[in-house]
């Protein structure tokens, strides 16, 4: 793991991946006078960086492991941070809020950290014409490992589209694993109908996507 933790700490944390697994993350702390292992109950390496820091302030504080342990145990994640909305037919679905091409790519490393055999599908809704223009690369360059894009509508918020950028034009960059769909049904109907068992989407966006993952889910639910 490439992360350490020293200033202001008297002692330098050190992080080591032991197992990451659909439903947890297993991971070691080297540290001043502790060697400690401790257990998430979300996957990813992002979260497993943010414990180890979690870790470096309580073991800098006096706190002891087993308290930390515990607490870690009981963590279940930030809501909306890829949550599990449902799943169907041996096809799960995923909710994640995510406005930043940082965010939307810690979250597919991790999806393909805990589901390495399996085929990933996004469904990205971009939020605000503004923040695609800005960061149209980083996006695609997020979504581009995994296996299928569909691209939908922006949520334009407080803004008005100006004409200067389109979802188009991400599908553009990302390749002919992508594709854009305008109406949340039809893309919903899309996904529903070639989506297989085993397979992973993931619904990524601030706007409604939130309402997308369920449509999906019942989409699928449907399906015969």
Known sequence: LKRKFKFPFADEYRGEIIKLAPNYSWFRVKGGKSDEEFVLKIPGRHNIANALGVWAG?????????????????????????????????????????????????????AKQAYPKRN???????????RLEIFMNGFASALKPVYKVIVTKPYAGR??????????????????????????????????????????????????????????????????
């Not at 449902?86 to 810690?106: M, S, W």
């Not at 990933?120 to 503004?130: C, K, N």
């Not at 200067?164 to 949340?184: M, Q, R, T, W």
């Open 159 to 224: 803004e008005k589209d100006q004409g200067k950028v389109k979802p188009e034009d991400l599908v553009k960059k990302i390749g002919k694993k992508a594709k854009y769909i305008s109406e949340f049904q039809e893309v919903a109907n899309d996904i529903a109908s070639k989506c297989k068992k085993g397979e992973i989407i993931i619904v990524s966006g601030a706007g409604k996507s939130y309402e997308l993952s369920q449509l999906i889910l019942n989409q699928i639910r449907s399906k015969k």
């Open 120 to 130: 990933i599908w996004v469904v990205f809704e971009p939020h605000q014409f503004s």
């Open 58 to 110: 309580a073991a800098e504080l006096g706190i002891k492991a087993d308290s930390v342990r515990e607490t870690f145990k009981r963590f279940s994640g930030v809501e909306r941070r890829f949550s599990l909305t449902g799943e169907e037919k041996g096809i799960k679905v995923f909710d994640d809020y995510a406005v930043h091409p940082t965010a939307v790519g810690a979250t597919m490393q991790a």
